[in-house]
Nanobody, 124 residues
Framework: QVQLVESGGGLVQAGGSLRLSCAAS????????MGWFRQAPGKEREFVAA????????MIGESVKGRSTISRDNAKNTVYLQMNSLKPEDTAVYYC?????????????????WGQGTQVTVSS
């Protein structure tokens, strides 16, 4: 079993930045691809970013491409999502997810473990 705890969400003005963190425990962290997804009110959960177990294969979703980066520190069992130039449409609950595989994918159904989520609210 893997436990994932997100942090770093909050209220920010449009144009601002946030860095989300996700601390993992319960499994060899570098064996797991990690992903970030988000769900806005009334919308389906969507892919934001993912990264391979060794951190060499980041993937960024179209909705945040050019404004966000994903990274990980395997020594700290933590994955990060840096978001810049935030827009009101980035408002959502952001979820961290882990796979049993080290290969990152965009499909949320292929992630095995999920955190509880952290709220990001961007005011205009």
């Amino acid at each position: 079993q893997v436990q994932l705890v997100e942090s770093g969400g909050g209220l920010v003005q449009a144009g601002g930045s946030l860095r989300l963190s996700c601390a993992a425990s319960g499994r060899t962290f570098s064996d797991s691809a990690m992903g970030w997804f988000r769900q806005a009110p009334g919308k389906e959960r969507e892919f934001v970013a993912a990264i391979s177990g060794n951190g060499r294969s980041p993937m960024i979703g179209e909705s945040v491409k050019g404004r966000s980066t994903i990274s990980r520190d395997n020594a700290k069992n933590t994955v990060y999502l840096q978001m810049n130039s935030l827009k009101p449409e980035d408002t959502a609950v952001y979820y961290c997810a882990a796979r049993r595989s080290a290969r990152p994918v965009v499909y949320q159904s292929l992630y095995d473990f999920w955190g509880q989520g952290t709220q990001v609210t961007v005011s205009s």
